[in-house]
């Protein structure tokens, strides 16, 4: 009985409070998340704040949150949407992003979470954590916080304008904790020099390796609330990545619906054989795009040579949701694919 009580009591700790004085890596192995970026190094885990075990690899600490990047012991005074007491850290960052306006969250010791509109020059405070807000689904940005750095953030309001200037002009939207910046052009490759963790994207990762081009997009003809632009498969995979699925909800499943012509969706039991498109999202935490790792199926609920459907399941959050094809004949098409 007391055994029970004590883990009950632990589990419940851990749940609600940061524990700050605790070691913020001492995780149980199946509670942690992993970072699952092959190209991590120790030194780059360390320096970001992450956690290390040799043998297992780097995971996210205990004050770390999906899709927000921490600044540790920081404090970022007024500009609150809202105040809460008595809430779980997860719970505060969960509130951040299905609040649209919110671009961070301070969390104190004694658990208020505090929403923010805004958040310039963060000052040092031992007693709260901030989390700067990256899940958005319409940003492709990774973990952030690599290199550690306390600059002053964008406010909400230059966040919207630039996103709404990088889509009407169809330029790749660059920010980075302490700055915003536009870029003329959208692949990956000529931005070599902005491609790192702390850069976010607008629109989506599209990867064709038929021609070895990354290229970040939001009006791309495959979700552009159109049917009858096509993309027509070639030999070799096209792979597109949507960032955050659920960021604006508080569901944890979403659907994903595949419009085409003469489309062949495989589910998780199945193999790509001549041609097929299959939908999957990430299990580790990702630092880079990477289309390979640890990977759930997304399960096929119907299909038809024009239309696949596809029920997808996250563990409280999904970082990203994959769709992938290819087709030998190069005669599968496909048109549109909406989240939802
Ligand atoms: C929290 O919000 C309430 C109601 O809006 C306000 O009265 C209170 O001063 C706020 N608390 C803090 C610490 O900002
Ligand atoms: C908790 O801490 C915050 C920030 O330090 C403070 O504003 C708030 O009043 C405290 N709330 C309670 C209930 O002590
Ligand atoms: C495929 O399914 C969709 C959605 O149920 C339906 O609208 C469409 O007519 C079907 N197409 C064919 C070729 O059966
Ligand atoms: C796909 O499935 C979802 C729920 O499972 C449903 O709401 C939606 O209407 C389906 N889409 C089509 C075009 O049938």
Redesign the pocket.
């Known amino acids: 009985m007391n055994n029970l009580i004590i883990i009950t009591l632990t589990s419940l700790l851990q749940q609600l409070s940061f524990c700050f004085y605790d070691n913020p890596c001492d995780i149980p192995e199946n509670s942690r998340i992993r970072i699952g970026d092959s190209s991590i190094m120790v030194s780059n885990c360390n320096s970001g704040f992450h956690c290390y075990d040799s043998g297992y690899g780097c995971f996210l600490n205990r004050f770390q949150r999906s899709g927000f990047m921490l600044i540790e012991a920081h404090?970022c005074a007024s500009n609150d949407i809202l105040n809460v007491?008595h809430q779980s850290p997860t719970h505060c960052t969960d509130s951040c992003s299905t609040e649209p306006s919110c671009i961070a969250t301070t969390i104190?010791?004694?658990?208020?979470c505090f929403l923010k509109h805004k958040c310039m020059l963060p000052e040092s405070?031992s007693?709260?954590f901030l989390h700067i807000r990256l899940r958005d689904n319409r940003l492709t940005c990774f973990i952030g916080g690599l290199n550690g750095g306390h600059q002053n953030t964008y406010e909400f309001h230059e966040k919207e304008t630039a996103i709404a200037t990088a889509i009407a002009d169809g330029k790749t939207l660059v920010y980075r904790q302490n700055n915003i910046r536009l870029k003329t052009s959208q692949t990956l490759q000529d931005m070599k020099d902005d491609y790192e963790k702390t850069v976010c994207f607008v629109g989506n990762m599209i990867k064709d390796d038929s021609t070895g081009l990354i290229t970040f997009q939001y009006n791309h003809i495959l979700f552009d609330k159109q049917q009858d632009t096509c993309h027509i498969f070639k030999k070799q995979l096209f792979k597109v990545r949507f960032p955050w699925p659920t960021s604006n909800k508080v569901e944890s499943n979403f659907k994903v619906e595949i419009f085409g012509q003469q489309l062949f969706c495989i589910n998780d039991k199945q193999t790509f054989e001549n041609k097929g498109i299959h939908v999957y999202t990430p299990i580790d935490y990702q630092v880079t795009a990477e289309f390979n790792g640890n990977f759930v199926s997304c399960s096929l609920t119907a299909q038809n040579s024009t239309f696949c459907n596809y029920s997808c399941l996250c563990n409280s959050v999904c970082q990203a949701v994959y769709i992938v094809g290819y087709d030998q004949f190069q005669t599968m098409k496909i048109c549109e694919i909406t989240i939802f």
């Not at 104190?108 to 208020?112: H, I, K, L």
Request: proline fraction near 0%; glycine fraction near 0%; charge should be negative.
């Open positions: 404090d007491s104190s010791v004694n658990n208020s405070n007693q709260v």
